[in-house]
């Protein structure tokens, strides 16, 4: 079974606390934080003052995604704020090291995402420095999009170098899972999958969570 993450993203502002409470309650362990600048992505989200807040309300996992041009800024403020996980673009313009060690100098997770355009082979200079790693199967920017599925064909040449190096590192995809596609995204070998419209636009939430984390099982 795949590990969903409901993002955030597509939650109801008005009651995030509420929010996050319910899909904890579902089941879920970690949750997906995404973070626009308005400038590497043409929208803005919210910031590390939201991350503070939800952070006493629930033990889930902050999987914090940052679509910034230069994240190295702003790393110190998410890991602060009670990020767990933060993940940089390999698009984006701070140098990718330099991020990858303050992450771990914050004593975080430090993850690497690829835009649908970007090949799988720009995470391998990094591979052994990684503890997660997020392709995009839509454009960033926003909720709600269909899936690009030629992007899941990203996984198995990731996988494949992790295995040969030894490495175990958990391959996410972000970007229009649905109940529809969950399980082919999970034979091609995505060990977890955000999912924010599909969780955060049905009415009952816990039950899409369940759903959707069954339907993953192969
Ligand atoms: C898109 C974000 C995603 C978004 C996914 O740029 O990175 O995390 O929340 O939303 P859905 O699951 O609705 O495509
Ligand atoms: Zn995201």
């Given at each position: 079974m795949a590990i969903i993450a409901p993002s955030l993203l597509s939650a109801d502002f008005t009651r995030m606390g509420e929010e996050v409470r319910e899909?904890?309650?579902?089941?879920?362990?970690?949750?997906?934080?995404?973070?626009?600048?308005g400038h590497f992505v043409p929208n803005l989200t919210f910031g590390y003052s939201m991350v503070k807040a939800l952070r006493p309300l629930t033990d889930m996992v902050f999987d914090?995604?940052?679509?910034?041009?230069?994240?190295i800024d702003y790393i110190e403020d998410f890991a602060k704020a009670g990020a767990d996980v933060i993940t940089v673009h390999t698009e984006c313009?701070?140098?990718?090291?330099?991020c990858i060690d303050l992450i771990h100098k914050c004593g975080k997770k430090a993850g690497l995402s690829v835009k649908p355009k970007t090949a799988p082979e720009v995470l391998f200079n990094y591979l052994d420095r990684l503890?997660?790693?997020?392709?995009?199967?839509?454009?960033?920017?926003?909720?709600?999009?269909?899936?690009?599925p030629e992007c899941l064909?990203?996984?198995?040449?990731?996988?494949?170098?992790?295995?040969?190096?030894?490495?175990?590192?958990?391959?996410?995809?972000?970007?229009?899972v649905n109940a529809a596609n969950v399980r082919t995204?999970?034979?091609a070998g995505a060990d977890m999958m955000v999912a924010g419209n599909a969780?955060?636009?049905?009415?009952?939430?816990?039950?899409?969570?369940?759903?959707?984390?069954e339907r993953s099982e192969i």
């Open positions: 899909i904890e309650s579902a089941g879920a362990k970690v949750l997906h934080i995404d973070i626009m600048d914090v995604h940052l679509m910034m041009t230069d994240p313009d701070s140098d990718l090291n330099e503890e997660h790693i997020l392709i995009m199967t839509v454009e960033p920017g926003f909720g709600g999009q269909s899936m690009m064909a990203k996984i198995a040449p990731i996988k494949a170098e992790c295995a040969a190096r030894e490495l175990r590192i958990p391959v996410m995809i972000d970007g229009g995204a999970a034979e969780v955060f636009g049905a009415a009952d939430r816990a039950e899409a969570f369940r759903r959707l984390s």
